[in-house]
C-alpha cells in the first residue's frame, strides 16, 4: 500500500536498478501491494535505462527494458510516502523544490545509518556498473527494515 519513489540525475542508470532491486525484496517480503517508481532531477523523457544498466540487470535475473524516463515533479513527491534518493544534490534540491514534503525525503545510504552518494556510472565501463549494482544491493539489504519502517510510518500519517 506504500509508495516509494527512487531518484537519481537522469532515471537511466542508478534508480532504475534501484527501483526494481526494491521492488523484488519488497515481494519477497510479502508486500506486494507496495508501489516503487523512480524519476530524475534532470530526467531526458521518455529515454530508456541505460544499455549497461539493463545488461547488469539481465545478468542479476533482472528485466528494466520497459523503463522508460521520468522527470520528478511535485505530484510524484506528494504521492510518495518515501523519496530515497542517490545523491545529497538530489535531495537538497527536493527539499528546497518541495518544501511540504521534506520529511520523507532521504539519501538511501541514510537507510543504513550512513550518509554517501551511490556513484554514478554514466559513461563508465560496465564494471562500474557492476559495482554499482552490488553497492545498491547491499544498501537495499542492509537498510530495508528501515526503508519499511519509514514508509509504513508515512502511510499512517497520510491515512491518520
Known sequence: MAHILVICTA????????????????EERGLTDWTVSSAGTWAIVPRGASRHSI???????FDITGHRARMVDEVMVADADLVLCM?????EALRIEFPAQVNKVFLLS??????????????????????????????????????IDL???NVAAHQG
Open 11 to 26: 532515471n537511466i542508470c542508478r534508480s532504475p536498478v534501484a527501483t526494481a532491486l526494491l521492488k523484488n525484496r519488497l
Open 55 to 61: 545488461e547488469v540487470m539481465q545478468r542479476n535475473g
Open 87 to 91: 545523491e545529497e544534490g538530489h535531495a
Open 110 to 147: 541514510e537507510m543504513i545509518g550512513q550518509t554517501f552518494s551511490v556513484t554514478d556510472p554514466y559513461g563508465g565501463p560496465y564494471q562500474e556498473y557492476e559495482l554499482m549494482y552490488d553497492g545498491m544491493e547491499d544498501l537495499i539489504d542492509s537498510g530495508l527494515d528501515r526503508i
Open 151 to 153: 514508509a509504513s510510518t
